[in-house]
């Protein structure tokens, strides 16, 4: 089954939390706290598998979570990191974050990876929080929770050469033709319901041979989804030259009629497809009617700009020249540049709150805010007391105050309710 979009989870793995403990040896008195950090969770990887061509896996799985960092341990020893959680993926693949439609990585070279959600840094222990104040700190930090959010995979094959045409125009054919692949054909509307690919060895010598890719066939409409819509017209946005597959016979309907109105779809789409350069493949010369609307085409055709090519699918006519001019106008059109690089983790500099009252309940939000809570061991008074020292460092106190906080209301933070107190 082709595969070509889907919707999954990803989590990173959440931190291993720091300990608390204290080095206890016959002969040192005061050996102090000794409590070692956790491990850091692990990372949500994607990576690209040349051996893959469909995102069918993702069907069946849709939830992927990272483990957890391990614990620290007494004697300053630190927690084992988890390792990454590696998803493989086919070259090809557009990675967009689901809520918000942006792009965040577009991977194509066998190898290439992404980080889709960060793991989770471990939590401090609590030999790492000894001050000339405080020389013995019973508290230590939580792990940090991983990253996690919902995307969305897009796979837009990587083809030199792109068939389009109309159901029944003879791409199938013609792919059969000039490559080994066999496509399913038959004489009915959208026989083709996923892409075919293919290798063409032009017999040029070496670098003549490009990938072809049969897609299915366009309807008028399809640029706003009708039919197989965008579908179909994801897959053509990295081919470098189309070749434009014409019913010469027009039996169906009037070839110039099809040939503008293919046209017309892929330019409401997007103008930068229409910009693609053209090669018309004027099919089914076997037929006598397309013998009689040859002329007629290739003058109008020959207007706008294009090469035509008079092709039978059936007998094999004009094969030999098409795969030719194909090879030669490859050789002077560049590969493109991938539609977005992958995007790293930037340190943006955030606010560290903000506050959104409800009711008699005052909603605190803010990554930095949310990150220092959920690392805090709410049932140690130690851990506790040393939250409300950030709090009022980062102005939350004062914030919340210029809010109209009073004594007793309800203050959440993430996924925790606390009652504020003077």
Request: no cysteine; hydrophobic share 35%; aromatic share 6%.
């Amino acid at each position: 089954m082709f595969v070509d979009r889907a919707k999954i989870y990803v989590k990173g793995g959440d931190g291993g939390n720091g300990v608390v403990a204290f080095r206890r040896e016959k002969f040192v008195p005061r050996g102090g706290p000794s409590g070692g950090d956790g491990g850091r969770g692990a990372n949500v990887v994607l990576k690209v598998d040349a051996n893959l061509s469909t995102l069918m896996d993702f069907k069946y799985k849709v939830h992927y979570k990272g483990k957890r960092g391990e614990h620290g341990q007494g004697s300053n020893k630190i927690g084992r990191s988890a390792e990454d959680l590696v998803i493989k993926v086919p070259p090809g693949t557009v990675v967009k974050d689901a809520e918000t439609g942006e792009v965040l990585a577009d991977l194509v070279e066998d190898g290439q990876t992404f980080v889709a959600a960060r793991g989770g840094r471990g939590g401090r222990g609590n030999a790492r929080f000894v001050s000339s104040v405080n020389r013995a700190p019973d508290f230590a930090e939580k792990g940090e929770p991983g990253e996690e959010r919902w995307i969305i995979l897009e796979l837009k094959l990587i083809a030199d050469v792109g068939l389009i045409g109309f159901p029944n125009a003879g791409k199938s054919t013609l792919l059969s033709r000039m490559t080994a692949a066999r496509p399913k054909i038959a004489d009915y509307p959208f026989t083709t319901l996923s892409p075919n690919l293919g290798v063409v060895d032009a017999g040029l010598g070496e670098g003549s041979s490009f990938v072809l890719a049969d897609i299915p066939g366009l309807i008028e409409g399809a640029h706003k989804g009708q039919g197989l819509g965008h579908e179909f017209l994801r897959h053509i946005e990295r081919t470098r030259l189309l070749v434009h597959v014409l019913d010469l016979s027009g039996i169906e309907r009037d070839p110039l009629e099809a040939f503008y109105a293919i046209n017309d779809e892929l330019e409401k789409y997007s103008e930068n497809l229409l910009e693609k350069p053209q090669i018309v493949a004027a099919n089914k010369m076997d037929l006598p009617e397309a013998r009689e609307n040859l002329e007629k085409v290739r003058e109008v055709v020959a207007k706008e700009g294009y090469d035509i090519i008079p092709v039978s699918g059936a007998t094999g006519e004009g094969i030999k020249e098409l795969k030719k001019l194909i090879s030669e106008k490859l050789s002077k059109i560049p590969k493109p540049r991938t539609i977005e690089q992958v995007k790293e983790y930037t340190v943006v500099e955030e606010e560290p709150f903000k506050i959104e009252k409800s009711g008699d309940i005052f909603y605190v939000s803010g990554k930095r805010v949310e990150r220092l809570v959920a690392m805090t061991d709410l049932d140690n008074d130690s851990a506790v007391k040393r939250l409300q020292r950030s709090f009022k460092r980062m102005g939350l106190d004062d914030a919340l105050k210029e809010s109209g906080v009073k004594e007793g209301d309800t203050v959440k933070i993430g996924d925790f309710e606390f009652y504020y107190v003077e």
